[in-house]
């Protein structure tokens, strides 16, 4: 399901539209980034994450709203694992919703950000 039509069902606008909160919500974030000066003038890059990671058609979506690159984010990228761990599940459904914890494990004391 990549936007495209079957058995008479146009999914296209419904995925935008539901993709169109989290734009929204990015937005937000971007101008309140930049008033607190905190953020640069571009976001030069999106990286999905988490549940939304999930949602068919996202990271295209957001490649066109904003004109920048956005991708699934693999948190095990550059981290060593065993596969066995996930039991035969696909590697890169689970590693979105994996981002929070192993940016936690990977902290170190006194750290801020």
Not at 55 to 63: D, Q, S, T, V
Not at 93 to 108: H, S
């Amino acid at each position: 399901m990549r936007g495209e039509s079957g058995a008479g069902l146009e999914v296209a606008p419904v995925i935008e539209q539901a993709c169109e909160g989290l734009a929204t919500a990015l937005e937000r974030a971007q101008a309140y980034l930049r008033t607190a000066g905190e953020a640069g003038p571009v976001v030069a890059h999106h990286a999905v994450r988490r549940q939304r990671a999930r949602r068919p058609g996202l990271p295209e979506f957001l490649n066109r709203r904003f004109g920048v690159p956005a991708e699934i984010a693999n948190p095990l990228a550059r981290v060593s694992y065993d596969p066995a761990l996930f039991a035969g599940q696909d590697v890169m459904k689970v590693a979105p919703l994996l981002t929070v914890g192993i940016g936690l494990a990977l902290r170190r004391l006194g750290d801020k950000k």
